[in-house]
Structure formats: C-alpha cells, structure tokens
C-alpha cells in the first residue's frame, strides 16, 4: 500500500505517535517495520480477515464487534506488551547500570568518559542504549542533545526521570556524583518496595490456589465413602 495513502487515511499526529512507540522498542525489536509498515499492515490483515469472515458462517452483525478486537489487538500485541515487558526488564537493569556508572564517577571521571567505561563493562538492554547515544556524539551531538533523544527512546518513567536529574545537573552545575547516589538510593528502595509488594500478593495467591485445589481434594477425601456408599 502507498505511503501516501496511509497518510491520507491517518493524521500526521497518528503517524507520528505510532512511531514514537515503536521506538521505545529498542533497536533490538521483533517488529522492523516503522510507522506506516506498521499501520499499512494492520489495515491490510483488518481487510483480509473481514472478507474471509464474511465467506463463513458467522452472521454478518457479528463481523464489525471481530474486527474492531482484532484492530484493537494487533496493536497490543505488537507495541503494549512488548513495551510494557521492555519497561519492567529496563527498572531491573537499571540499578546495576547506574551503581557502576556511580562507583566510575566517583573514580574522578566525568560524565562522559564514565559513561563510555560503564557500557563497555555492562552488557544489557539499557547499557546498548547509552551506547548508541555515546556513538551520535561521535557524529557531532553534544552529550546533552544525545540524552535527550534517549530520553524520546526510552519507556521507563524511573529512567527518564534519573536522565533528566542528569541532564540539569550538568545544567546547573551541581554535583553529578550527589545526584547519582541519590538515584541508586531511590531505585534500590523501588525495587524493595516492589518485592515488598510481590511478598504481600502470596497469601493471596495461597487463598485461590486452596480454594481451587486443595479445598475440593479435602472434600473428596471426606465424602469420598458417602460417594461409594450410594454408587
């Protein structure tokens, strides 16, 4: 389908939108296609899948309620949940990521030569990320004008919020190393707090899996001879 046409059906906001997500993705991501792939595929299988409905058996007033699931669907699975699954894998890279880009900083580095160290000592999601902000500076971008295009990249809030503690820091001139250990402090409460959290869900879990299972086993056992009884 033309890329004209995708952009006569939807808005340049849309498009542009749709995009953004996509790169949240990450370089790595399953699905390569870009904003108007992604929207020409999803219009093309909606039609496919319409016309060989109506060659079924299923009633036609039915057809639209599919369709508007399967629209629906498609962008769920292709952009919410991989987002969502890459946000919770990114919070847990990022206190290893930045305690080490810490401990660098506090060696007397500055910004950017710790982060440099720091990638190359690191090898996760998070770090290939700062790698590829590390390697537009080498194409002319100050640092801070590469940050903020991670920031533009980047899905986590947690993450944004420490890039954006970073980038006033150098801003104002204040202490880069103070700031960092006031961010680890605060992702190493946020992941204990998480698993806090977790820990408080297993009773819970307890209960349903006992009244799903266990309860009705005891019940069996306990009524079991009446049953045999009246067979």
Do not use: H
């Not at 370089?27 to 299988?45: I, S, V």
């Not at 801003?171 to 190493?188: A, D, H, K, P």
């Not at 408080?200 to 209960?207: E, F, Q, R």
């Amino acid at each position: 389908m033309n890329i004209d046409i995708i952009r006569k059906i939807y808005r340049v906001k849309d498009i542009e939108n749709i995009q953004s997500k996509l790169n949240m993705l990450g370089t790595d991501r399953k699905l390569k296609f870009d904003a108007t792939g992604f929207l020409t595929a999803r219009l093309l299988t909606t039609i496919i899948l319409t016309i060989v409905l109506i060659f079924t058996d299923i009633q036609n007033y039915i057809i639209p309620f599919i369709m508007i699931i399967y629209y629906n669907l498609f962008y769920y699975v292709f952009i919410t949940d991989p987002i969502n699954k890459r946000i919770k894998k990114l919070d847990l890279e990022a206190l290893t990521f930045f305690e080490i880009l810490t401990l660098t900083l506090e060696s007397g580095r500055n910004l950017e030569n710790a982060l440099e160290m720091t990638v190359n000592n690191v090898d996760n999601e998070l770090s290939k990320e700062f790698k590829r902000s590390l390697t537009e500076m080498k194409f002319g971008r100050s640092l801070m004008e590469s940050l903020e295009d991670l920031k533009k990249r980047m899905p986590s809030e947690t993450i944004n919020n420490i890039l954006l503690n970073i980038t006033q820091t150098n801003i104002f001139g204040n202490s880069i190393i103070e700031t960092m250990n006031n961010q680890v402090e605060y992702l190493r409460e946020k992941q204990m707090m998480e698993v806090k959290a977790q820990i408080n869900k297993i009773p819970n879990k307890v209960s349903i899996i006992s009244v799903i299972f266990i309860i009705p086993l005891i019940l069996l056992i306990i009524l079991g001879p009446f049953i045999i009884e009246l067979l």
